[in-house]
């Protein structure tokens, strides 16, 4: 016998628990089903940044000629793996399309739009649930030693202004002196006074905690195999038997199209995105703030508990190996700008899959064709910046209130 539930979510990322949690405060009864362990997947070695100044989408003018340029680099910033994946190929056929000055700007509305609802909601959402993850919100920077490439990011200064995210350019004089984690060299910087940081592994578990003290259940290690509609509701089978819903979420990340896929549902064009991060302890010179190292796209995190180097954007399919070139390309980067690029003590190397829409705008909302079955996937690397908006627009859309965001750039019918 099918156990029955209001809402089954299923993923225990970051966007599945917040999800989760808007749907229990709009008196939605919710369990969130995870195959692995809660925020296993990229919700774990992300950099943690709360960032809409990251409003413009990876889809930019000259994305796809660097990336081929790139092809042979396997440390390259933005990499594709060469091998036979017509699925892959397909996918970066239909981004390629989209890397315009027109979509660009399109997608980076949609973004901007979803970022600033969650910045604004996030440090309520901390308060008022009692989540304790170094919440900061001090900014973040992108620093450059090259003079053209500063020059090329402050022209989209505008279009940020225009969508209400603010930033100052400092010069490099200035921001060395402000700054002595840096080395010499620097040219200028860009500082986003809107951007906030976290420690996501913390910010999970303390969204876990929320969840299940609002009386939510959460089952862990328990595999969705199928799922299948019909106009009363949905059965989902899983590695510990049947379950019945009213309705059900896919939020598993970089896997929800493999899922959506396997139950005829519908084909998401989603690719994951493979990123690495290293966790140390905090060195003793440590910058201030979270940093964007532009020119070798490095990102770095300081908390009270820690230090983080991170990014780089790999499509190498769900290869599960452990790339050291490019984990040794953080270390790299991070050596050409800063006095103390590592910790004293590694804690951790990480890889995790991003999903990463085809237009890099997420895709939230009812599947076409389907009464019963959502979906919140595709945020890219914008998982933890996006999740409390992506949330409440889910939450509006399943329980039928006016919601807060227009919808429709984040629908899934755009792909139809």
């Not at 195959?35 to 413009?56: D, E, I, K, Q, Y």
């Not at 440390?75 to 036979?84: H, M, N, Q, S, T």
């Amino acid at each position: 016998m099918e156990k029955a539930h209001d809402v089954v979510i299923i993923g225990g990322g970051v966007i599945g628990l917040a999800s989760a949690l808007a749907l229990m405060e709009a008196d939605r009864t919710v369990m969130v089903l995870e195959a692995r362990s809660v925020g296993s997947g990229s919700s774990h070695g992300n950099c943690g940044t709360v960032t809409p100044s990251h409003a413009p989408p990876l889809s930019a003018p000259g994305t796809i000629g660097k990336a081929l340029k790139w092809m042979l680099t396997p440390d390259a910033p933005f990499y594709v793996k060469p091998r036979l994946d017509p699925a892959l190929w397909h996918w970066l056929m239909r981004f390629a399309s989209r890397c315009n000055t027109r979509d660009w700007q399109k997608a980076m509305v949609a973004r901007a739009s979803i970022l600033e609802a969650s910045r604004a909601a996030m440090p309520e959402w901390i308060a008022r649930h009692g989540i304790d993850c170094e919440f900061d919100e001090s900014g973040v920077d992108y620093v450059f030693r090259n003079d053209s490439k500063l020059e090329r990011i402050a022209r989209e200064l505008p279009y940020l202004a225009d969508l209400g995210i603010a930033s100052h350019i400092i010069s490099g004089d200035d921001y060395l002196r402000s700054e002595p984690a840096l080395r010499e060299g620097v040219v200028g910087a860009i500082h986003f006074p809107g951007d906030a940081h976290l420690r996501p592994d913390r910010f999970v578990a303390g969204l876990a905690d929320a969840v299940r003290s609002m009386g939510g259940s959460i089952v862990e290690r328990c595999e969705v195999l199928g799922i299948d509609a019909s106009e009363s509701g949905v059965s989902v089978a899983t590695s510990q038997g049947g379950m019945r819903a009213r309705d059900v979420v896919i939020a598993t990340g970089a896997w929800s199209p493999l899922l959506a896929k396997s139950s005829g549902l519908m084909r998401l064009p989603i690719q994951p995105g493979k990123g690495y991060s290293i966790t140390y302890d905090r060195p003793a010179l440590a910058p201030r703030r979270p940093m964007v190292l532009h020119e070798h796209s490095v990102c770095v995190t300081t908390w009270g508990s820690g230090y983080r180097l991170g990014s780089t954007m790999e499509f190498s399919g769900y290869d599960t190996s452990l790339n050291r070139s490019r984990l040794d390309a953080l270390e790299r980067g991070a050596a050409i700008y800063l006095h103390e690029p590592v910790g004293p003590v590694k804690r951790e190397e990480w890889f995790g899959w991003r999903p990463v829409c085809v237009d890099d705008v997420p895709i939230i909302g009812r599947l076409p064709l389907q009464q019963h079955v959502w979906v919140s996937a595709g945020h890219g690397m914008l998982g933890i910046s996006m999740s409390t908006g992506s949330a409440r627009l889910l939450a509006d859309l399943i329980t039928g209130r006016a919601p807060q965001l227009d919808p429709t750039p984040f629908a899934a019918e755009r792909f139809r």
